[in-house]
């Protein structure tokens, strides 16, 4: 008994131990909206057709899960097949007379002066050869850590929010 009371008191008088925080783990708004500027620069970026950006910041040991050029799950275990198929999509608008208009319409960061991550909500408008796509709607999540003072990126995820809407066939005549 009386060890366990002298367990409680020590405990007691410690405080708890999420009570002992270093700089490093409190949330840092300042770090959250750097990690979202980066994302916005990437997805302008991604419009043009110029990958090198947000491969640019990817970390040593960057994993992405995405959506195919034919809506099929793709994984890239490392940032040189990451980079490979961001070249794929820009080789496919080169080739395919395409543009890309991407609209982020959520961002929910946070971040802490060493870890951050945020939870994305974009559509995204392709033109090809002059013709509308129907408007794809993606959730995406992004996973940075800081790297000798900048952030790397080190997961990428986006899958569907909504199914995309395909017109209706026209019936022949």
Request: glycine fraction near 6%; charge should be negative.
């Amino acid at each position: 008994m009386f060890t366990s009371s002298l367990v409680l008191v020590s405990v007691l008088l410690a405080g708890p131990a999420s009570a002992k925080k270093s700089a490093s783990n409190d949330w840092d708004p300042a770090a959250a909206s750097a990690i979202e500027a980066k994302i916005r620069a990437a997805f302008k970026d991604f419009d043009s057709g110029n990958m090198d950006t947000f491969m640019s910041w990817a970390d040593t040991t960057a994993i992405t899960w995405d959506i195919g050029m034919e809506g099929e799950p793709v994984t890239a275990s490392t940032p040189g097949e990451s980079k490979k198929m961001l070249e794929g999509y820009a080789d496919m608008m080169k080739s395919g007379d395409m543009s890309v208009k991407t609209t982020m319409t959520k961002a929910d960061c946070h971040a802490t002066s060493s870890f951050g991550f945020c939870a994305i909500d974009f559509d995204q408008m392709v033109t090809a050869k002059g013709t509308p796509m129907p408007v794809m709607k993606f959730r995406a999540t992004l996973v940075a850590r800081m790297v000798d003072g900048d952030w790397r990126w080190s997961h990428w995820h986006a899958s569907w929010r909504e199914p995309m809407a395909m017109p209706a066939e026209t019936a022949p005549m």
